[in-house]
């Protein structure tokens, strides 16, 4: 049945919702790439909270989808921005995350990373910055997870110049167990970001960064870069030390990216792989053949609906990917930690139904369109 999905000028369109889905099932682990999915949590939509409240998590739906995304060959990568860490989820249940998304993983034989922060804190001294990564990173590695050590608001605000970057982040590579990915995040992400490494000048910020992981080369296992900039992005992995690796962050241009050139490819680390689990791990297997042509017709029809999802404010994705996981049956609801559901219009999220439903990624089609259905009525929307 037609739905009538409203624009931004606030005219509603006819939409022909898809019938069938793709048909994508778990398959091989993935070869040739490393791919993580920061993938998001789902809601407690009972807890009687408001956005000022510690969040209330709903365990079992978020580690279900964990599992849905390892069952599809990717890695997790959790308690990362995609998980609304600093936006409705405090270190404390981040905290809690961990632990039971690193147990899970451990069960089931999942690849896990884990987001080591500061989010404790919210300034102070640079010792106090670093004690609070030390205590994340110790948690993380407790856990047995990796520790992917995540850009600092605190050091951000704390910070004087690039020196004060290499000190907290050589002391931290010195004492981690095992190497690490280091996340440079844009302020386009979180404009409390902005000057990150000691500077606001990218190609000064990006010295900086060299510096830190060539005096501890082994120490890093790779760069997690979200930059949404596909030519520094190129820039710079191609000036990574030998054995060092570069997880895109880029939800503008990851096939690209990850289809690499004749000088080096980029693994993957992305919010959008959250929606685009099955997909993306289907598009992988076949690049793991040396088709990358075939890898392109899958991965490059999905970046419309990514850079959706994606735009400016782009910290606000958060709430399409929640969005297109009710639409897809992956949780009961459309409620969000801190109430970021209301974040995006609903405009936007009509175009993100449609834009998912043209790729049928919904496993149910039929329930995603009575899904939409029912937001457009609560939305006043009548045919």
Not at 105 to 112: D, Q
Not at 253 to 280: C, K, M, R, T, V
Not at 288 to 305: I, K, M, Q, S, Y
Request: aromatic letters at 8%.
């Amino acid at each position: 049945m037609t739905l009538h999905l409203p624009g931004a000028d606030g005219a509603l369109r006819a939409y022909e919702p898809r019938t069938e889905p793709l048909a994508l099932t778990p398959g091989a682990p993935l070869t040739s790439r490393t791919v993580f999915s920061a993938a998001h949590v789902v809601a407690d939509p009972y807890a009687d909270t408001t956005p000022d409240s510690p969040a209330a998590v709903d365990w079992d739906a978020t580690l279900a989808f964990r599992r849905h995304l390892w069952s599809h060959g990717l890695g997790v990568a959790e308690a990362m921005d995609t998980a609304q860490r600093g936006m409705g989820l405090d270190w404390a249940g981040a905290a809690e995350l961990i632990r039971r998304s690193a147990a899970e993983a451990k069960a089931v034989g999942g690849r896990i990373a884990c987001g080591v922060g500061t989010d404790q804190i919210t300034g102070g001294t640079l010792a106090e910055v670093r004690a609070a990564y030390e205590a994340q990173l110790a948690l993380v590695e407790e856990s047995g997870a990796q520790a992917i050590l995540m850009a600092s608001r605190a050091l951000a605000a704390t910070a004087q110049g690039p020196d004060d970057y290499l000190e907290v982040y050589g002391h931290l590579l010195r004492q981690a167990a095992e190497p690490v990915v280091l996340h440079w995040l844009g302020p386009m992400f979180d404009p409390a970001l902005e000057g990150y490494w000691g500077s606001s000048d990218l190609d000064a910020a990006t010295d900086t960064f060299l510096e830190v992981i060539a005096a501890h080369p082994d120490k890093v296992d790779g760069i997690k870069v979200s930059l949404l900039d596909a030519r520094r992005e190129v820039d710079l992995r191609r000036r990574l030390p030998q054995g060092v690796r570069c997880y895109t962050g880029d939800d503008f241009n990851y096939p690209e990216l990850i289809a690499g050139d004749e000088q080096g490819f980029s693994h993957a680390l992305l919010g959008i792989f959250d929606p685009l689990g099955p997909l993306a791990a289907e598009a992988v297997r076949v690049l793991d053949t040396g088709n990358t042509e075939g890898f392109r017709a899958l991965l490059d029809p999905t970046v419309e609906l990514s850079r959706h999802l994606f735009q400016a404010p782009t910290r606000f994705y958060k709430t399409g990917v929640v969005f297109l996981a009710w639409l897809a049956g992956h949780q009961s609801h459309f409620t969000m930690v801190g109430g970021l559901q209301s974040a995006r219009s609903l405009p936007h999220l009509s175009r993100a139904y449609e834009l998912a439903d043209g790729l049928g990624l919904f496993p149910d089609p039929k329930l995603a369109e009575e899904r939409m259905r029912t937001l457009l009525h609560l939305y006043g929307v009548t045919p």
